[in-house]
Structure formats: structure tokens, C-alpha cells
């Protein structure tokens, strides 16, 4: 019988992607005052998208941005490196929301997806990007109907599924728990993650754009015609700034009651023998997730480790984000437990790796746009764990409000109108337990929601993942 504690003995308590030799070296911290165009703060994809898509718009323009501590050292570095076309935290979220104007939002995340492949091509970045799409697998009975009815409204806004039966199913990937799945082929690319980033960073320099990692934004106010934003060392004095912050606190306070950081958890395998991959087939090397609330998302990496990650997913009291938050060990064994469970023919496969640390999320589950400040500050934040791909289209829209446009992107609801905010602490603490116990509940009853769960839905603050 395999022992999940013993696999992880020799794990490294560092996220696999950013353990890399490859690992550029940091730009030089700002130590003095400054002036620019178009400041950016944070340096994950939102911030290093808003820079790229800026300089390539208008390349005259004086683009600087700013990271506390190293291009995609947090979420954007060390997530699971799924790249979805959805905008709107999947189909279902994004149809409950937005029915309306669901099939514009499809339409747009399937251009913006080929946008990032596009670019990924143009500069050369070297992110092991694989168009495999991802397979949403049935565990319980309950759970294939449900899939069934998701490929059906798929279908109705234009993408066209895979539906796997349990043989079809296994024969992609061979678990004894898959009852069956379905395939989106197109609309999810795997990259990895980290170097992504470092490769966004690469282009940025290229184009001119001015970066200083290991800066701190640590103030904001208005400046004459621009905007003042304080440093430990220095200062920066633009004409518009946009805020990519995302799980760490805001610059605006009115900001920061629309997110709070939960704590995302994985684990990655030591690359697999031929020996070991052929006993589960996965030669389409397709990401896939399973159709639980508290639901795991697994992918193959270049080397053909298996990242295995999700199921917890912890809020801690005062959204308080810290660096010894990054490993729980009660996590990780749970995570190896259900990684056996899965794959038995994997009995001799041992962790390399095991990591956590924060994401944002907000009460629709997908991102939000404001702007402050007379319309000189803009800001997204919310993106709940897919934006990898989302991040692009936020930048985009960042940039569209800056300019005062009008533009497809801006004239969305989704753009237009914020969520609700989360109530103060300790309601807000209490509010999110009762709602995790309350989704625990519903995978145990085949998917039925409590009565907690149903009149979130009704109020609109979601909660279905």
C-alpha cells in the first residue's frame, strides 16, 4: 500500500516552474525620482501585458514598470499553467452572469487566446506552449449528465466538445475513477507558466519599456496633471498608472474590498519513466479537471512530470498574505492521497516539488475594471486562478479606459459594472467557511446545493467552484 506521506519526503518547498537555472536576473531596484508616460504597477502578466500591449500601440510612448520583488515571482510564476480562452471563469459562470452578451465574451477570449499564441510565436518566447486543450472528467455518476448539459450550451455559443463515455474517456487518460469527460480541444493551451513571464519581460525590454524589480509601491496621490506614486527609494510621477496588483493590497483603498487572496496549493511529480506514462495512456497530453466543487487541476510538464494541484483552497482570517502561508503540509498530504487514488499504476512515483501561495478572487469569480482619479488610474483584479489568459484581455481594457475610448471591450457589462464587495471581517471570515463547508457538503450529495449555497446564487455572489 502506498504511503502518500512517504512520496513527498524529498519534495522541494519551492514552486517547480520557478526552479529553473534559466531564471533571468532582476532588473535594478529604482533609486531615484522619475517621470513617465504610463506607469505600471506589478510585475505578473497584468502588469507585463499592460506595458507590451502599450509600447506596441504606441511605441513614442514612456512605458516604466515597477515589481516589489522579481518578474513573475508570485501567481503568474508558480500556478498550473493552464491557458483558457474564457474570460469569465468558464462557461457556466460567464451564462449565469452574462447571458446576453455570453457569446461576444466567447468570441473575444477566442481571439484573445490566439492573440497570446501569436505573440508567443512573434518574440520567441520559449514557454513549452502545447494547444492539447483540457478534458473535464466525471468522477461520480451524478456528474455525467451535468457534462452532457455543459457541452450542450457549449455548442449553442460556438464551441464545439468532445463528449467521452468511461471508455473513450480512459482511453485518453487511464484512471479507474474517470466515468467519462468532455474534451474542449481548442479553447486551452498548456504553457509553462514562469517562463511566460520571463519571456513577456524579454519582449517588454525590447520595445523599450523601463523596468525596476525589487521597487515597492508604497503610495499613491494626485500630482498636478499626473499621479505621484512613492517608492522606498525614490518616486514616480506619470500620466496614468495602471494598478496590477491583484491579490496583494491595492494602492486605492476603495479597491481592496472587492478581492480577498485565498491560498492555492500543487504538487509536481519527478518526471515519468516510459514505462510509468504508457500505463495511463495521456499520449494527447491534454490538461484535465475533475467536476467537483473542491476540484484538482492536472497537466503533463515538457519533462513529463504530472502537476497535480487544487482541492484546498484556504482563506486566512484579515486576508492577510504571508510568505510561511506558501506550505501546508496537511494540503500536500491530501493532494498525494487523492493523486494515488487517481493513478494506482503510479505507486512508485515519488513529489519533487510542492508550493502554494495567494490568488485572487472576488464574488463573481472573474475580473473587474475601474478607473480613479479622473480616469488617470485604472486597475483589474479578480481573475480567481484563470488568468493566465484573462490577464491579456485586462490589460487591454486597462489601456482602453486610460484613453478614454469607447471600444468593443469597454462597452461590456462585464467591463461596466463591478461585483459585490466582501463584508468586513468577521463576517467575512465566517461567511467564506460556512460557504466552503457548504461546498464540501454538495460534492458528498451529488452535486445538491444547500440552502446557504442557493441563496448566494440568488444574490448573485456565485461560489460554484
Known sequence: MVDPVRSLQDAEPFPFWLDDPGRPQAAPALVSETRCDLLVVGGGYSGLWTALLAKERDPSLDVLLIEAQEIGWAASGRNGGFCEASLTHGLGNGYQRWPGELARLERL??????????????????????????????????QIEELREFAELAGRFGSELTVLDADAMRAEIDSPTFLGGVWDKDGVAMVNPARLAWGLKQACLGLGVRIHEHTRATGLAGSG?????????????????????????????????YTVPVYDYALMTEPLTDRQLASIGWRNRQG???????????????????????????????ARVRAEHDQRPQTFA???????????????????????????????????????????????????????????????????????????????????????????????????????????????????????????????LGFDS
Open 109 to 142: 477570449g477566442a481571439r484573445n487566446l490566439q492573440a497570446i499564441e501569436d505573440t508567443v510565436k512573434r518574440y520567441g518566447i520559449d514557454c513549452d506552449w502545447e494547444r492539447t486543450g483540457s478534458v473535464t472528467v466525471a468522477t461520480e455518476p451524478y
Open 225 to 257: 496633471a499626473g499621479i505621484a506614486v512613492r517608492t522606498p527609494y525614490g518616486r514616480v510621477v506619470a500620466g496614468r498608472v495602471a494598478l496590477a496588483t491583484n491579490a496583494f493590497p491595492s494602492l486605492l483603498r476603495r479597491h481592496r474590498p
Open 288 to 318: 484535465f479537471a475533475d467536476s467537483t466543487n473542491r476540484f484538482h487541476y492536472v497537466r503533463l510538464s515538457a519533462d513529463n512530470r504530472i502537476l497535480w494541484g487544487g482541492y484546498d483552497v484556504v482563506y486566512h482570517y484579515g
Open 334 to 460: 491530501t493532494l498525494a492521497r487523492h493523486f494515488f487514488e487517481t493513478f494506482p499504476q503510479l505507486a512508485d512515483v515519488r513529489f519533487s516539488h510542492s508550493w502554494g501561495g495567494a490568488i485572487d478572487t472576488c464574488t463573481r469569480f472573474s475580473a473587474f475594471f475601474d478607473l480613479s482619479h479622473g480616469g488617470r488610474v485604472a486597475y483589474a483584479a479578480g481573475f480567481t486562478g484563470l488568468g493566465v489568459g484573462a490577464t491579456r484581455f485586462g490589460a487591454e481594457v486597462m489601456l482602453d479606459l486610460l484613453a478614454g475610448e469607447r471600444t468593443e471591450r469597454t462597452a461590456l457589462e462585464m467591463v461596466r459594472r463591478k461585483p459585490l464587495p466582501f463584508p468586513p471581517e468577521p463576517i467575512r471570515s465566517a461567511g467564506i467557511g460556512i460557504t466552503q463547508w457548504s461546498l464540501a457538503r454538495a460534492d458528498e450529495r451529488e452535486g445538491r446545493r444547500n440552502l446557504w449555497l442557493r441563496t448566494l446564487d440568488r444574490l448573485g
